[in-house]
């Protein structure tokens, strides 16, 4: 059914399992895929009068993200190529991760974004906000969500 899946991942614990869990999930279906690593650019800094800085700070700033990126994405892709699935990388430079993951997708032809969530509910997951759920009401791609530490309700065992 999907032959090409789109995995973000940050390279956090959460999200190396759901890079586990996909890469699991495209050898089951028999797709390829590529993971996905959204670079954060250089934070805007505001100055005063008078105030000196390095020109090099900016480049320096992205070169080192790209780095880390590259590093995330070269882990995931041993794991795959362990399970024998075939993967490519791809970073892209965005202040909206969300938006980066999508275009990523769309670019390289995916026809399903595997990601990552950590089910914040109430409150926290509306404070906090989510790129999963703004990956979720924005992309026209299927989505599929992997939760970790899923854990079933208690079963009463009184009940018949």
């Given at each position: ?45 505001y ?34 190529e ?43 997951g ?13 992309s ?5 969500v ?15």
């Open positions: 059914m999907f032959k090409h899946i789109l995995v973000p991942t940050d390279g956090s614990p959460l999200s190396q399992e759901a890079v586990t869990r996909a890469v699991s999930f495209a050898r089951e279906a028999g797709a390829r895929i590529t993971f996905f690593c959204a670079v954060q650019p250089a934070p805007k800094m100055y005063g009068a008078g105030a000196i800085f390095d020109t090099h700070t900016f480049a320096t700033f992205r070169e080192k993200m790209l780095g880390t990126a590259n590093d995330i994405l070269d882990a995931a892709g041993k794991i795959a362990k399970a024998g699935v075939e993967c490519g990388t791809v970073a892209l430079v965005s202040e909206e991760p969300y938006e980066a993951i999508i275009e990523a997708a769309s670019k390289n032809g995916c026809d399903l974004i595997f990601m990552a969530s950590h089910g914040r509910r109430g409150i926290s509306l404070l906090l906000g989510s790129e999963t759920q703004k990956v979720l009401t924005h026209t791609i299927p989505v599929l992997h939760r970790s530490g899923y854990r079933e309700l208690p079963v009463d065992k009184n009940r018949d």
